[in-house]
C-alpha cells in the first residue's frame, strides 16, 4: 500500500539555524508529493508540492525536491523564523482510490 | 466561497449525546473529505466524497459515525450517542480534480469535546 514515514519530532531549533525534515514514502505508480503546515489553533495549509521526480516545489522560503530514486521529499529552510514553529505534514497523493496519504507530522518549535 | 468553511468551530456535549458537524467546500470541488485530529496526533481519514460515486467510508471508526454529502455541495458529519474518545479536531478539506495535482483545501476545523 502507499504510506510516508517523516522523522519524528519535536524539532527544536534556534532561530535563524538550518531545517530539514525527512519524508519518504512508499507507493503504487507515480504519486504527487506535498508539504502542509499546521500552525497552531488553525486547519492545514498547503506549503509546496511537486507532482513529477525531480521537481522542486518552494514556498516562503522552504524547499522540498522530489527525488525518485530515493523515494523522498525531504524539507528544508536556511534560515528559520519563531513564526515558522508549526507541525508539518508530508503526503503524497495518486489518482486513484482514496488519493491522499499523510505522515504523521512532525511538530518544529523555533527558539528566539 | 473563497475556502472551506466548517461549523461550529467548537463544539461542547455531553457523553451520549449526537452531534453535527458541518462542511461547505469551495464551490465547484468535486472531492471531499474528513479527517479526525485527536490532541498532538496525525490526521484520521474518515470518508470521502467524489462526485456522485459512493462515498469511500473505510475511515470510520463505528457505526455511530455517519456523513452526507447534499448536492454534490454542503456535507454533514454526524456522531451518534458521542463518547469522551470522540473529542478530537474535526476537519474537511475539499479539491478540484485532479486531487493529485491540485491537493485539498482544509478548513479550519470543528474541535469536539465530549464531556
Known amino acids: 500500500g502507499n504510506s510516508v514515514t517523516q522523522m519524528e519530532g519535536p524539532v527544536t531549533l534556534s532561530e535563524e539555524a538550518f531545517l530539514t525534515i525527512n519524508c519518504t514514502y512508499t507507493a503504487t505508480g507515480y504519486p504527487s508529493l506535498f508539504w502542509y503546515v499546521q500552525y497552531p489553533g488553525e486547519g492545514l495549509q498547503l506549503l509546496l508540492k511537486?507532482?513529477?521526480?525531480?521537481d522542486k516545489g518552494s514556498n516562503k522560503g522552504f524547499e522540498a525536491t522530489y527525488r525518485k530514486e530515493t523515494t523522498s521529499f525531504h524539507l528544508e529552510k536556511g534560515s528559520v523564523q519563531v513564526s515558522d514553529s508549526a507541525v508539518y505534514f508530508c503526503?503524497?497523493?495518486?489518482?486513484?482510490?482514496?488519493?491522499?496519504?499523510f505522515g504523521p507530522g512532525t511538530r518544529l518549535s523555533v527558539l528566539p | 466561497g473563497a475556502g472551506v468553511s466548517q461549523s461550529p468551530s467548537n463544539k461542547v456535549t455531553e457523553k451520549g449525546k449526537d452531534v453535527e458537524l458541518r462542511c461547505d467546500p469551495i464551490s465547484g470541488h468535486t472531492a471531499l473529505y474528513w479527517y479526525r485530529q485527536s490532541l498532538g496526533q496525525g490526521l484520521e481519514f474518515l470518508i470521502y466524497?467524489?462526485?456522485?460515486?459512493?462515498?469511500?467510508k473505510s475511515g470510520l471508526p463505528s457505526d455511530r459515525f455517519s456523513a452526507e454529502r447534499t448536492g454534490g455541495s454542503v456535507s454533514t458529519l454526524t456522531i451518534q450517542r458521542t463518547q469522551q474518545e470522540d473529542s478530537a479536531v474535526y476537519l474537511c478539506?475539499?479539491?478540484?480534480?485532479?486531487?493529485?495535482?491540485?491537493?485539498?483545501?482544509f478548513g479550519s476545523g470543528t474541535r469536539l469535546t465530549v464531556v
Open positions: 503526503a503524497l497523493s495518486v489518482s486513484y482510490g482514496q488519493n491522499f496519504v
Open positions: 478539506a475539499s479539491s478540484s480534480a485532479p486531487t493529485s495535482y491540485y491537493g485539498y483545501t
Open positions: 466524497f467524489q462526485g456522485n460515486s459512493a462515498p469511500d
Open positions: 511537486a507532482t513529477k521526480a525531480d
